[in-house]
């Protein structure tokens, strides 16, 4: 089963409003890693949050982790009609090496 | 997509056919994956590579098998097509300060009929 399940499923806002999605696993981590794809694309790595970090920023993106509950989230400040894709969290054990994926967030911000 | 291509990126094939599939990275990366992705079921690892020759199962390996004689290359075959093997096929690479973050490559899409 997979380790990571997004939440919610699908997400429909307007453009300049924020965009949150969350992520809850089922087992202990090292990291967990927010990715993006386009349609007909591969994934792109978005942020890396390590177990010991509670949150982290990267231009509009916020993500938070909170180990006692297994869950994160990946909020997107002042979205665009370009950030219009799916969202994926990936966590990975202790093999390090090896993620295992969630089914991900299908995020449409309308212009 | 990091220097990572992928071949064929569109096949379609009959059941019962072998089908190889040709992931081909130029940066010299140790660490390279197959994933499959099927609506409702997200990535799925297939099959990992730790170094030439060294290739180890993922969680849906059954009906796959690898191969890697080359750094840059990793070739993924499905020995017997089946229509339950159609599918989008990404090929990864991990990178990074520990090795954690993986770039995709853009994708094959394999029609089994």
């Known amino acids: 089963s997979q380790q990571g399940e997004e939440d919610p499923q699908a997400l429909s806002i307007q453009e300049g409003e924020n965009a949150t999605m969350n992520c809850s696993y089922k087992?202990?981590?090292?990291?967990l890693q927010w990715y993006r794809q386009n349609s007909g694309r591969g994934l792109v790595h978005l942020i890396l949050?390590?177990?010991?970090?509670r949150e982290k920023h990267s231009g509009r993106l916020r993500v938070t982790l909170d180990t006692s509950k297994k869950s994160s989230s990946l909020l997107i400040t002042a979205s665009r009609a370009a950030d219009t894709a799916s969202y994926f969290c990936?966590?990975?054990?202790?093999?390090?090496?090896?993620?295992?994926f969630g089914e991900g967030t299908q995020l449409t911000v309308n212009p | 997509d990091a220097g990572i291509t992928q071949s064929p990126r569109h096949k379609v094939t009959e059941t019962g056919t072998p089908v190889t599939l040709r992931c081909h990275q130029t940066?010299?990366?140790?660490?390279m994956y197959w994933y499959r992705q099927d609506p409702g079921h997200g990535l799925r690892l297939i099959h990992y590579?730790?170094?030439?020759?060294?290739?180890d199962k993922g969680e849906v390996s059954d009906g796959y098998s690898v191969s890697r004689s080359k750094t840059e290359d990793f070739l993924l075959t499905l020995e017997s097509a089946t229509s339950s093997q159609t599918s989008v096929y990404f090929c990864?690479?991990?990178?990074?300060?520990?090795?954690?973050?993986?770039?995709f490559g853009p994708g094959t899409r394999l029609t089994v009929l």
């Open positions: 990936a966590t990975d054990g202790t093999s390090g090496s090896r993620l295992t």
């Open positions: 590579s730790y170094g030439v020759k060294d290739t």
């Open positions: 949050i390590r177990s010991n970090e």
């Open positions: 087992t202990s981590i090292n990291n």
């Open positions: 940066e010299n990366h140790r660490y």
């Open positions: 990864a690479i991990s990178a990074g300060p520990a090795y954690n973050e993986q770039f």
